[in-house]
């Protein structure tokens, strides 16, 4: 069993930034890829990062790629999303979760086995 627990959203003006984590307990984190989704209301779920185990190797949705990182503390055991350059259509609430593998960057979240309760992310126009 795995526990994720997301934490950092919040409300910010379009244009700002803001840090989502995600702390892991449970199996060995480090041995998992990590992804972010996010989801706003009356729409599927959307992949935005996802991260091999290492953090060598990182894939990023379309839509946010350029202004959203994704890292990782396997010491921490802990994800991170930074995010700049928010727009409103960023708004949703975001999901971290734990893929059964170490090296497969899925964007489905069909293959991901874990997941957090998800955070709040609203952007202002």
């Known amino acids: 069993q795995v526990q994720l627990v997301e934490s950092g959203g919040g409300l910010v003006q379009a244009g700002g930034s803001l840090r989502l984590s995600c702390k892991a307990s449970?199996?060995?984190?480090?041995?998992?890829?990590m992804g972010w989704f996010r989801q706003a209301p009356g729409k599927e779920r959307e992949f935005v990062a996802a991260?091999?185990?290492?953090?060598?190797?990182?894939d990023y949705g379309d839509s946010v790629k350029g202004r959203f990182t994704i890292s990782r503390d396997n010491a921490k055991s802990t994800v991170y999303l930074q995010m700049n350059s928010l727009k409103p259509e960023d708004t949703g609430v975001y999901f971290c979760?734990?893929?059964?593998?170490?090296?497969?960057?899925?964007?489905?979240?069909?293959?991901?086995?874990?997941w957090g309760q998800g955070t709040q992310v609203t952007v202002s126009s």
């Open positions: 449970g199996r060995t984190f480090s041995y998992s890829v």
């Open positions: 979760a734990s893929e059964n593998s170490m090296y497969v960057l899925s964007k489905r979240s069909s293959e991901y086995e874990y």
């Open positions: 991260i091999r185990w290492s953090g060598a190797s990182t």
